[in-house]
């Protein structure tokens, strides 16, 4: 090594270290130059991760907006599907109660066209009968005058007494048929009065308190202490509670109790009546007789007894007073036949008139 080679190395080593700081320098302005770059690309991706959120918060406002608005939608859509349901269910409702009315309409309708049927059936036949009756009564009243003088010329022991007996019985009964005939014939103007029907009942069993006492048959009356007056003509009313009673007493041949029931009640909603009830404890109806009853001229009892028109024209009487006729019977119990006639205040029977057909 010489003299100068020291400083020489020096300035080398010095030369290498000026090299070296430069290059260290250029390093380091190369990485302040990296970093930069990265800061500034970091900044970017920061800048695009918020627009990126900014439009994801807005997506999601948007869709929450959108869910709102279907939400509702469907609120609405609900509430109109709940109102059309209900709409629905109404006019079901509506529909049924229409259907129920027709076919009470209906049955009503068939109601009056068989009452209309019964009545044409029994026109002429009232009318014919009427006109056999009137012929037969003059002749009948000339048999029964002749049958009594007759009787009343001969001896108490003489022997054609008997005949003549048995012939004023027959003439007598023909004459009932006869009256009977006319009754059920009987059209005309109906004189119409403010009745108390349990008046009138009590009258009309003066009429056969023998016959029914002779048949050994108790008599119960049930009259309500309030019963509204009935609009009605009060000889007819007199007909329909003979024949009823007439019919309950051939019931009970062997005697028993007929309980008469006088009530107020109802024809038919709003329309106030009077309701009477005939109960015996007699033979009672066989149930295939029961549509037949009421027929004229159906009877069952022995020939001579029965005319089959007691009912027919209890029937006729209860209709032209609009009221209603029901019989219920049990065979070897007894039979209730119940009267429901209409009432109102109306003294002069308005209500009857305007009712009638
Ligand atoms: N209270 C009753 N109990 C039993 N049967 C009855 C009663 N009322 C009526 N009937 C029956 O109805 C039939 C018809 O009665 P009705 O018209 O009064 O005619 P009749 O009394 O002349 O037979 C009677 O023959 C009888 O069979
Ligand atoms: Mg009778």
């Known amino acids: 090594?010489?003299?100068?080679?020291?400083?020489?190395?020096?300035?080398?080593?010095?030369?290498?270290?000026?090299?070296?700081?430069?290059?260290?320098?250029?390093?380091?302005?190369?990485?302040?130059?990296?970093?930069?770059?990265?800061?500034?690309?970091?900044?970017?991706?920061?800048?695009?991760?918020?627009?990126?959120?900014?439009?994801?918060?807005?997506?999601?406002?948007?869709?929450?907006?959108?869910?709102?608005?279907?939400?509702?939608?469907?609120d609405q859509r609900t509430a109109e599907l709940r109102e059309a349901n209900a709409h629905l269910q109404h006019e079901l409702a509506e529909r049924q109660r229409a259907e129920e009315a027709l076919r009470r309409k209906d049955e009503e309708l068939r109601t009056i066209s068989q009452q209309l049927w019964q009545a044409a059936k029994l026109a002429p036949m009232g009318e014919l009968a009427a006109s056999i009756a009137h012929e037969l009564n003059n002749p009948l009243a000339t048999v029964s005058l002749r049958v009594e003088s007759l009787l009343a010329q001969i001896l108490e022991d003489d022997p054609k007494?008997?005949?003549?007996?048995?012939?004023?019985?027959?003439?007598?009964?023909?004459?009932?048929?006869?009256?009977?005939?006319?009754?059920?014939?009987?059209?005309?103007?109906?004189?119409?009065?403010?009745?108390?029907?349990?008046?009138?009942?009590?009258?009309?069993?003066?009429?056969?308190?023998?016959?029914?006492?002779?048949?050994?048959?108790?008599?119960?009356?049930?009259?309500?202490?309030?019963?509204?007056?009935?609009?009605?003509?009060?000889?007819?009313?007199?007909?329909?509670?003979?024949?009823?009673?007439?019919?309950?007493?051939?019931?009970?041949?062997?005697?028993?109790?007929?309980?008469?029931?006088?009530?107020?009640?109802?024809?038919?909603?709003?329309?106030?009546?009077?309701?009477?009830?005939?109960?015996?404890?007699?033979?009672?109806?066989?149930?295939?007789?029961?549509?037949?009853?009421?027929e004229p001229f159906f009877t069952t009892k022995e020939e001579g007894k029965g005319t089959g028109l007691g009912l027919a024209i209890c029937r006729r009487i209860v209709q032209e007073h609009h009221g209603t006729i029901e019989i219920s019977s049990t065979v070897g119990q007894g039979t209730t036949i119940c009267l429901t006639l209409p009432c109102t205040n109306d003294s002069n029977g308005t209500y009857l008139r305007e009712r009638r057909l």
């Open 161 to 294: 007494r008997r005949a003549l007996t048995v012939i004023e019985q027959e003439v007598e009964r023909m004459g009932n048929l006869v009256a009977n005939l006319l009754q059920f014939g009987r059209r005309g103007q109906a004189q119409i009065s403010s009745v108390d029907v349990r008046e009138e009942l009590e009258n009309t069993l003066a009429l056969i308190y023998y016959h029914l006492r002779n048949h050994r048959i108790t008599m119960v009356q049930q009259f309500a202490p309030d019963v509204p007056m009935v609009q009605a003509d009060c000889q007819q009313l007199r007909q329909v509670f003979l024949n009823l009673l007439t019919n309950a007493s051939d019931a009970m041949t062997q005697g028993g109790t007929l309980t008469l029931g006088v009530t107020p009640g109802q024809l038919e909603p709003g329309v106030p009546a009077v309701i009477v009830t005939f109960t015996d404890t007699g033979i009672g109806i066989a149930p295939e007789d029961m549509p037949k009853v009421m």
């Open 1 to 74: 090594m010489n003299a100068n080679g020291l400083p020489q190395q020096l300035a080398e080593a010095e030369a290498t270290v000026r090299t070296l700081q430069q290059e260290l320098a250029e390093t380091n302005r190369g990485l302040v130059a990296l970093i930069m770059e990265l800061e500034s690309r970091v900044e970017e991706r920061t800048a695009d991760l918020h627009a990126t959120q900014e439009e994801l918060q807005r997506t999601n406002s948007e869709l929450l907006q959108m869910t709102l608005e279907l939400e509702d939608r469907v």
